[in-house]
């Protein structure tokens, strides 16, 4: 369903919403700017503003809350984040887990990377089930994405002289720091906009 925001309204939902997120946009990028040039990312030489992005997203989409877990009664503001962030972790780990499985059945050609899915989506998938903070199975589908894109289209930006394991973990480095960045943006975007709201009421 769709509300027609109208008159004063507008106002409000400009200055409660849309400015404080252009304005966090503006910081987050502030902020990639000045990491990227740090050898803290890893392969994120030219930026990772784009990770924290999405990560700002997936905190939304968690349910817009940072700690805890809705089922133990905590108050929403702190539910939701952490459990992404670990899910970008156990995504990371699970890439990891596939690249080096379908190296090891490269034998099958075609099928290995098929084969190796099968076998550690299945498992992934059951996290479902599992209690907080383990349970965020969309967060960890997203940070395994993002690991993936990091090897297949950004493989030339790892420091040079690095070995597979080193690679691994500078990827995953890097990705976590900026997903903490989009996660925090997320927590600054409720904060900032809640108290806006209490002061216009």
Do not use: R
């Not at 030219?46 to 700690?67: E, H, K, N, P």
Request: some cysteine.
């Amino acid at each position: 369903m769709t509300t027609l925001i109208t008159g004063v309204d507008i106002w409000h939902h400009l200055i409660q919403w849309a400015i404080p997120i252009a304005i966090i946009a503006a910081l987050v990028q502030v902020v990639d700017q000045i990491i990227s040039k740090t050898k803290l990312v890893g392969p994120f030489t030219a930026g990772g503003g784009w990770c924290s992005f999405q990560a700002w997203a997936i905190y939304f989409l968690g349910g817009g809350v940072l700690l805890g877990s809705a089922a133990s009664g905590d108050s929403p503001i702190v539910n939701g984040g952490l459990s992404a962030l670990v899910g970008y972790a156990i995504g990371i780990i699970a890439s990891i887990a596939i690249f080096e499985m379908g190296g090891k059945l490269g034998k099958l050609g075609f099928w290995a990377m098929p084969v190796t899915l099968v076998v550690l989506v299945t498992v992934v998938i059951f996290l479902m089930i599992a209690p907080w903070p383990f349970a965020y199975v969309p967060a960890l589908f997203v940070g395994a994405g993002v690991y993936f894109c990091i090897f297949s289209y950004m493989g030339d930006k790892f420091p040079e002289g690095g070995t597979k394991w080193g690679n691994y973990i500078a990827a995953a480095v890097g990705e976590l720091v900026y997903c903490v960045i989009g996660l925090l943006a997320g927590l600054l975007t409720i904060q900032v906009s809640g108290a806006i709201g209490k002061l216009w009421a």
